[in-house]
């Protein structure tokens, strides 16, 4: 019955053979048994290529149309049987029949179900994109630094951000009830008054305590940078955080002098702001340092010349430095820090301060406020 098979468009994609009852003039039982194992073969091959709705309805009209489907074909068929074989006819038509309306049905739950027919993989659809992150502006500007040290042979160090008086305190030669404790606005952890005041815990106004970890861990010569959180109690607004961002500085070995302190903070501010800056010293006051200089960098942005950016001044802050004061390596004489044998220099500096210099940001709380729209620029 190889004629059974007859080429014509084709809603059903991709197959064009569909098929249709043929005529018979020849009513014996193989003939019949070859129709009917044609029918069923070309039934299920159709059923098993039907991938959605609108096939199936194609499908189920072919078969099961009142008009012209293959059981109204069939129908004909029988019709059209002479008498001695409408018994064998219509037996075959009967099974083929149900046959039919079985798979059609089948086919119909098959398009229907989610995650089968219906939406079958498509690997031509564009992938699920995953947004990719962005650094930090101020991790950033952290690690450019920290990378300006590091050629320089420098450490990583850390400490935690709650921490004892003692360490934030007391070892940087700041004794209890000092008045410049005063000019670091503490937050202090509530319900501390039965402990003694050196083991009461704050939230490390400063990175400087990580100064005195550093050594504890290790003899010298030391050379570390600890970039990190501090927190102190001021109020939110456009230059100022209750937390933000420093990055400290140690150095010490046998015959450490204010020169290596200038030399390395102007090779500093070169690496970071260009090779044409200048750096400049002004004393100042910290009680862990001693001489102690506030440390300016000449205008980046308008070549010292005064500008909105350095309020006209020509300098901009970067933060605090010094020799390190003997009653600092007092407190950690007995980690291989004798006073009388070794110097130091240290340095502190803001870094949100510098990230918002940088990209002329006005409001430092952009930092912190965590939307996407604003952090995504620095992708
Ligand atoms: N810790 C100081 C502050 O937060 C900054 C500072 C000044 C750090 C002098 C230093 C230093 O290491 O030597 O105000």
């Not at 072919?62 to 064998?88: C, F, H, M, Y």
């Not at 150095?251 to 501010?269: E, P, Q, R, W």
Request: neutral net charge; charged residues 25%.
């Amino acid at each position: 019955m190889g004629s059974s098979f007859i080429l014509i468009p084709s809603p059903c994609k991709g197959d064009t053979r569909v098929y249709s009852v043929p005529k018979l003039d020849d009513y014996s039982l193989p003939a019949l048994d070859g129709l009917a194992g044609d029918l069923t073969s070309a039934l299920k091959a159709e059923s098993a290529a039907v991938r959605n709705e609108q096939e199936w309805k194609a499908f189920r009209d072919r078969w099961l149309s009142r008009k012209s489907g293959i059981v109204t074909q069939l129908n004909d068929l029988l019709k059209a049987a002479p008498k001695e074989s409408k018994r064998e006819v219509g037996q075959r038509v009967n099974q083929l029949r149900a046959l039919i309306e079985e798979q059609v049905a089948a086919a119909g739950r098959q398009a229907s179900a989610p995650g089968r027919a219906g939406d079958q993989l498509d690997i031509t659809l564009p992938g699920i994109r995953r947004p990719l992150g962005a650094e930090h502006p101020i991790i950033r500007t952290m690690n450019e630094v920290v990378a300006v040290f590091k050629a320089m042979g420098y450490s990583v160090a850390e400490g935690p951000e709650i921490e004892t008086d003692y360490f934030n305190f007391e070892a940087l030669n700041f004794p209890p009830n000092h008045p410049a404790r005063d000019t670091q606005d503490t937050l202090f952890i509530a319900g501390q008054e039965r402990k003694p005041q050196r083991e009461r815990l704050v939230l490390r106004t400063h990175t400087s305590p990580v100064q005195i970890r550093a050594m504890m861990a290790s003899p010298p010569p030391l050379r570390i940078v600890c970039p990190g959180k501090v927190h102190r109690r001021d109020a939110a607004d456009a230059t100022h955080s209750p937390m933000f961002h420093q990055l400290e500085c140690l150095a010490v070995d046998s015959n450490i002098t204010f020169s290596d302190l200038k030399g390395t903070l102007d090779h500093m501010c070169k690496a970071l702001f260009g090779s044409s800056v200048k750096t400049r010293f002004q004393p100042s006051f910290f009680p862990f340092t001693e001489p102690s200089a506030e440390v300016y960098v000449s205008c980046p942005f308008c070549g010292a010349r005064g500008c909105r950016i350095c309020k006209q001044s020509g300098w901009i802050e970067l933060g605090g430095s010094g020799m390190v004061h003997p009653n600092v390596f007092e407190a950690v004489r007995g980690y291989g820090y004798d006073p009388a044998k070794i110097s130091g220099f240290a340095f502190g500096m803001g870094i949100d301060r510098m990230a918002a210099l940088r990209w002329d940001i006005h409001d430092i709380q952009l930092f912190f406020e965590g939307d996407v729209r604003f952090l995504e620029q620095f992708a």
